[in-house]
């Protein structure tokens, strides 16, 4: 199939040039302006986007009230496909999906992107992977055998942890190395210590895996990034210290800016600023499980106006997340790349109302929305 009469954006450049793309299957075969080919569409001048990339979602986060767990499998399969139909092809859940709802995306049983998954968070006791509490003791909301416990005490055990999630499937191991923003404030966070840091990042790289931190603090996401975390999520409240240590160790950030409290936006933008300045790369996540869902679309919007700009919005839900989730084959419009993309209405490079400009979405070949 061809897409002919289109503006391709480059993720590199952060520009636009007139092209036609020729898809093969699940492949992009050629683009320029000499392509031919069959069923040609035409893209009336619109902008082409590689398919998008949320590197931080919840697709099933379980709900506060009590549910049978097939509930929580259940509400993924609408909120999949209202991902996919904008234009979001690729995420990684960052705690919540199970190995069987990464299998149904990929055999086609439910519309979605495709997941990469980490299952659950890994935390010491009292940490935030630990789901105990004075009310409901040992009461876990994720009881199920798809989803192993992530509680340990001690570098032996982390290392146990992180077997138990690759034994279940996990692609990424996923750690909290601070608490949420609740137990900062009310300052009963619990965080690993430095040799758990270590023995986690070591374990899952024994596996052939990375790991995420969660990390709102400063210290937090200092000791995770000298651990060698892949990538630091949040990160509200960085300081020059937690940025260099991120620079000097290859770690990327992943800011969430959408689900943050209104009343730390100041600092966490502060956060995202000290980061560009530093030239952290950051990729863009979405957080998904507030709810209502706010996905990705709202994301790239919090971002360009935090500094990055359109163009860096999209990079860092194109080739700058493809980066950071070691998946080559995707983040640009490229010959021999996945044939992942979303086509606008119009050809600006601008990502406000960007849920009413999308006119098509392909994913591995095939349209998905039309």
Not at 26 to 43: N, T
Not at 82 to 109: K, M, Q
Not at 313 to 338: C, F, K, S
């Amino acid at each position: 199939m061809l897409i002919r009469n289109v503006r391709v954006f480059d993720p590199v450049t952060g520009g636009a040039e007139p092209a036609d793309v020729l898809l093969s299957g699940d492949r992009i075969e050629a683009v320029g302006s000499d392509v031919d080919g069959p069923d040609a569409v035409d893209g009336a001048g619109g902008l082409l986007l590689p398919g998008l990339i949320d590197c931080h979602v919840h697709v099933a986060f379980p709900r506060r009230e009590p549910l049978p767990r097939s509930a929580r499998v259940l509400e993924a399969v609408p909120v999949l496909a209202r991902l996919l139909n904008r234009g979001i092809t690729t995420a990684r859940d960052a705690w919540g999906a199970d190995a069987g709802v990464r299998h149904a995306v990929r055999e086609g049983w439910i519309a979605g992107p495709e997941l990469l998954i980490s299952l659950r968070q890994l935390s010491p006791t009292g940490g935030l992977g630990d789901a105990w509490g004075p009310d409901v003791g040992d009461a876990d909301g994720f009881a199920d055998p798809s989803l192993p416990d992530p509680v340990f005490d001690g570098p032996d055990q982390a290392r146990a942890a992180v077997r138990r999630m690759v034994r279940a499937g996990a692609d990424w191991v996923k750690l909290g190395a601070s608490g949420s923003m609740a137990q900062l404030r009310a300052r009963r966070t619990v965080e690993p210590t430095d040799d758990e840091l270590r023995a986690v990042v070591d374990e899952a790289r024994r596996a052939g895996r990375d790991v995420l931190a969660h990390a709102h603090s400063a210290a937090a996401a200092t000791a995770a990034a000298e651990a060698g975390v892949r990538s630091v999520e949040h990160g509200v409240f960085l300081d020059e210290d937690a940025i260099s240590a991120l620079r000097r160790n290859e770690c990327w950030y992943v800011p969430t800016l959408a689900p943050i409290p209104p009343e730390h936006s100041d600092a966490h933008r502060r956060s995202l600023g000290l980061a560009l300045e530093a030239g952290v790369p950051i990729a863009a996540g979405s957080d998904l499980a507030v709810r209502p869902h706010v996905d990705l679309l709202t994301e790239l919007s919090l971002l360009s106006e935090a500094g990055l700009g359109p163009a860096g919005a999209l990079r860092a839900a194109t080739g700058e997340a493809a980066r950071l989730l070691r998946l080559p084959d995707r983040g640009r419009i490229a010959p021999g790349l996945r044939a992942d993309l979303v086509l606008l209405r119009d050809a600006e490079i601008d990502v406000r109302d960007l849920a009413s400009r999308i006119r098509t979405v392909w994913q591995a070949g095939q349209p998905v929305r039309r």
